[in-house]
């Protein structure tokens, strides 16, 4: 029946694709497939990179109307080429409607190699476009104030009108810190989600994130939801025999510090056990749904859900402890019956807040096309009650041909009147260039199509709402001549309509344990976050160190405080905790040898050392460094760096890790983050307990003691 279909005329295949009324007009992107699927503009990670083999030029910014009609604004604007793709050829990418529905905002890279030979630098930049009506005049201009010597992508709308986009500028904008590597491939990434103000030029890092952040959005409760690269293992570049990829660390992240004698990766548990050793090895790579607040604090996995409501199997920490099991889906009493890997390209239905889509796909060889899958979990949601619904057959998450495979689907869009429209292939192999590299021929193409009823309860794609968008063009690699001719993918459909602001979400009210410790130390919490800010600096404050939430049975939780409380879910081994120790992410991991250092850096990890934290934290003698005490009550405080991804890990009296933390996590300045355990309580701990209300004891102490250090300071006017 394919064949048939396409061996229809083309007018009629136009007819057809007239045919497919939408409610409001789409917006798309076409785009010069690239069949390599890595560190290429489809692929799930290092998809900034500017380059001619990582992003071919001669896409469009597209507009089809309800009626079928379509428009290419990019052309109309003057931008790009046809056939030879020299100095104003464009590639176009991620459109995002503005809440009036009058405009967009997308990434556009103008330029290409004029002539054979010539190494050019381009950058991904963001533009905005209006005019988007039938009949109006379209004008696409440069956002100002945007950071021009980097690359900006996926850019959307916050709730005041400011953008949130992801880029590879440095954590502090440092140059010699670029670009910032990722913890996999040690491939250039951006290194999280920024938030620009135009008309100002005020930039705000919201998110630091070690491997990358993707594809972010606002959703209709005002939450910031993003795929995160969650990668928190030791670097696999150069744990191999022979260091074969010739890693190195500088002692600091200074531009004139000097190269360390050897490597150093403290956290967490190495990669691949060593014999004998009750440890087990320790491997994390996931893409997984995230939330923030629009100021960038309340970072975390999207409703609290994790591993244990996400995925089928994981090893636990230790091997010697009876207690701990590994984790197996099937027998865990989890409610979610369906697992997923990954979530990419997350939306929010419009006819359901709350309710989103995204798709589960391999990290390689299908351009991030996979499973369309759905789940609901909007803020009131328990992380315990989500549930994932397979959308498409699970045969769609893979590369390897199935009976019920119906190809691989990818920038889910749910239009108003609730249809679904995505980006859709027929293609099930991995091999995707048929062709050469001077004449590719891929496999995958991608054309938006509505979702129609399949077999097996199952959604499948059905009419494309184009005829097809073809296209001959040329380019030099820039040494070889590279020429295309054909069909060209259409990506990333948005929805061009009116929708109603959400609230501009910020950091919560400080709870009530927190604001007694507050007042038991005689401390203004008003005067605490004014010094935090202009120190760059946050506050983590945990309740209880000893409640972890019942379902993590793969690390310790018989755990007790020496003289203090405990919380002991069943007989067996007990666990002696007594520090909290912070693990802050340095860029200091160099590659490629240090007789040519700078081909940028990778996030390692090191012991808390951020001399404002530790002039200020409380005294831990004889704890491991970077640590703060744990009071009789479980309780934790401390002072940490902001806009720089942290960990931590809470150890035994002697410094042996216990505890392992297994996500990077930023902080804002002047954040007060309140936790009340250790893998916080879902709905019940380890021992049927409730999260922890205590007033923290840790908290009390350090509010004493920041007092008694800084009582005769004096503050700045207006950081309140």
């Not at 910032?180 to 620009?196: C, F, I, K, N, P």
């Not at 009147?417 to 021929?441: E, F, R």
């Amino acid at each position: 029946m394919r064949t048939t279909f396409w061996l229809l005329p083309l007018t009629l295949l136009s007819a057809l694709a007239q045919a497919q009324t939408t409610p409001n007009p789409i917006l798309f992107v076409t785009q010069v497939p690239v069949p390599v699927d890595f560190a290429a503009v489809g692929s799930t990670f290092a998809n900034h990179i500017a380059n001619m083999n990582s992003v071919y030029r001669g896409g469009d910014l597209w507009i089809r109307y309800p009626n079928g009609t379509l428009r290419n604004l990019t052309a109309e604007a003057g931008f790009g080429m046809n056939g030879f793709q020299g100095a104003n050829a464009i590639a176009v990418r991620d459109p995002h409607v503005h809440w009036n529905g009058t405009k967009a905002v997308f990434s556009m890279v103008v330029g290409a190699p004029p002539q054979q030979f010539q190494v050019l630098s381009f950058r991904w930049q963001l533009y905005e476009v209006s005019g988007l009506g039938q009949g109006q005049q379209v004008s696409i201009t440069l956002v100002p104030n945007q950071p021009t010597q980097f690359n900006n992508v996926n850019p959307a709308y916050l709730s005041d009108g400011s953008i949130v986009f992801a880029s590879d500028r440095p954590r502090n904008g440092a140059l010699h810190l670029y670009p910032q590597h990722d913890e996999y491939e040690s491939t250039a990434t951006v290194t999280g989600l920024w938030r620009l103000d135009p008309a100002t030029g005020a930039l705000k890092l919201l998110d630091h994130s070690p491997s990358g952040d993707f594809d972010p959005l606002v959703d209709s409760f005002g939450r910031v939801l993003f795929t995160r690269w969650d990668h928190l293992q030791r670097d696999q570049q150069s744990d191999q025999a022979g260091n074969p990829n010739q890693s190195f660390d500088w002692v600091s992240e200074e531009a004139n510090a000097a190269i360390a004698p050897g490597l150093t990766e403290p956290f967490p548990e190495p990669r691949v056990a060593a014999v004998g050793s009750t440890v087990n090895g320790h491997r994390f790579n996931n893409f997984f749904p995230w939330q923030l607040a629009q100021d960038g604090t309340e970072a975390e996995f999207l409703n609290h859900l994790g591993r244990h409501e996400f995925h089928t199997y994981f090893d636990r920490a230790f091997n010697n402890d009876a207690n701990l099991v590994e984790f197996i889906a099937e027998v865990s009493g989890r409610t979610n019956p369906n697992a997923i890997e990954n979530l990419f390209q997350i939306v929010e239905d419009p006819t359901q807040p709350g309710r989103y889509l995204g798709i589960d796909a391999p990290e390689f060889d299908s351009h991030a096309a996979g499973q369309l899958v759905r789940l609901v979990a909007p803020p009131s949601a328990n992380p315990d009650d989500i549930v994932i619904e397979y959308l498409t057959p699970r045969s769609t998450f893979g590369t390897a041909p199935a009976a019920d495979h119906s190809g691989h689907y990818r920038n889910p869009l749910v239009l108003s009147d609730g249809s679904i429209v995505v980006a859709h292939t027929t293609a099930q192999g991995g091999v995707d260039n048929l062709g050469s590299p001077t004449a590719p021929v891929p496999s995958y193409r991608f054309r938006i199509k509505l979702m129609t009823t399949g077999t097996g309860g199952f959604l499948t794609a059905g009419a494309s709402l184009t005829a097809g968008i073809n296209k001959t063009v040329n380019w030099w690699d820039p040494d070889q001549m590279v020429s295309y001719t054909g069909e060209l993918w259409e990506l990333s459909p948005v929805e061009v309509r009116a929708r109603t602001v959400p609230p501009a979400s910020s950091e919560p009210a400080t709870a009530g344990p927190e604001l007694s410790a507050f007042a038991t130390a005689g401390v203004a919490e008003s005067t605490l976050r004014r010094f935090l800010r202009q120190q760059n600096l946050g506050l983590i404050v945990v309740r209880n160190n000893t409640h972890r939430d019942k379902a993590d049975k793969q690390q310790p939780f018989n755990l007790r405080v020496p003289g203090g409380v405990q919380t002991v879910g069943s007989g067996g081994t007990l666990y002696d905790i007594a520090h909290f120790q912070l693990i802050q992410g340095d860029q200091v991991r160099g590659l490629g040898g240090s007789a040519s250092p700078n081909l940028g850096r990778r996030v390692v990890s090191r012991f808390l050392h951020e001399p404002a934290a530790l002039a200020n934290n409380l005294p831990n003698a004889g704890g491991p460094a970077g640590s703060a005490p744990i009071f009789p009550d479980g309780s934790t405080a401390l002072f940490v760096p902001t806009q720089r991804a942290l960990s931590w890990q809470t150890t035994a009296p002697n410094g042996t890790p216990v505890v392992r933390e297994r996500f990077w996590l930023t902080l804002q300045p002047g954040e007060i983050r309140e936790c009340g355990g250790c893998h916080g309580i879902n709905r019940t701990g380890q021992a049927a307990q409730a999260a922890a209300t205590n007033t923290p004891q840790a908290l009390t102490a350090l509010l004493q003691n920041w007092s008694a250090l800084n009582g005769g300071l004096m503050f700045a006017d207006g950081l309140e």
